[in-house]
């Protein structure tokens, strides 16, 4: 009798998952798809000439002229990959672009879902970052659009901080944290926020008594915030 019931209960969280993400495929369909035909904009022929003019150069360029403030290694070596993929075939970076956009949504939801525990509450916040104004505004930038993928860095880093355990792997998930932080840095320099509120998120959700964790935790994001 008790299997049955575990049984019915892990369908029941099986179906409830499953349906809440077929809400958020049918918002995101009504909402984008129309996206995937967006042709580029002044920005994305801008980006293109850079490549074009000085292919994989254009990784470290930026550093070699002394432009430390706007290097983004990372993000031009995706941008000099995706244009030896699609060309100038601009649905290749809208997909690119949608499918980013999707994944944050649900990193989004999960976030949201582990701080409050109410699915009702973490869907309702993954459709207003789906649908925002700022958010849609950068999707249909199909090739700039590739700075989502800070989000995505970001928003990962935000979870295992929110995760992290006491014990032996305090400190390898804070490498974790540290080293999503630097891909979002190598891929947008907006991310250096997270210097400030990825160590203010840590302490605020320490629990209770256990403070000390939190700083060791923080000990490998603290060596890369002095570097």
């Known amino acids: 009798m008790g299997f049955f019931c575990f049984s019915m209960k892990s369908k029941e969280i099986l179906f409830s998952s499953k349906t809440l993400l077929f809400i958020g495929i049918v918002i995101f369909i009504i909402i984008y798809y129309k996206v995937p035909f967006i042709f580029f904009q002044q920005d994305e022929w801008y980006a293109f000439g850079n490549i074009i003019d000085l292919g994989s150069k254009l990784i470290f360029y930026r550093f070699n002229v002394g432009d430390i403030n706007h290097f983004v290694p990372l993000n031009s070596f995706i941008g000099v990959t995706l244009y030896k993929i699609f060309g100038l075939n601009y649905i290749g970076y809208n997909a690119v672009d949608l499918f980013l956009h999707f994944i944050n949504g649900l990193l989004v939801f999960v976030i949201t879902l582990k701080i ?59 490498l974790v944290v540290a080293l999503l932080t630097i891909m979002a840095l190598m891929t947008n320099e907006y991310a250096g926020g997270l210097l400030i509120f990825v160590p203010a998120l840590t302490i605020i959700f320490a629990k209770k008594g256990r403070i000390h964790d939190a700083f060791r935790f923080l000990l490998p994001f603290s060596v890369l915030g002095l570097s």
């Not at 109410?118 to 925002?132: E, G, V």
């Not at 199909?142 to 929110?162: D, E, I, K, Q, S």
């Open 116 to 174: 409050n525990k109410k699915k009702s509450i973490a869907l309702l916040s993954a459709i207003l970052f789906i649908s925002s104004a700022s958010a849609a505004q950068l999707v249909m930038w199909p090739f700039v659009g590739v700075n989502m993928l800070t989000l995505t860095f970001a928003l990962l880093a935000w979870f295992v901080a929110l995760g992290y355990p006491t014990g032996r792997r305090l400190y390898f998930k804070g």
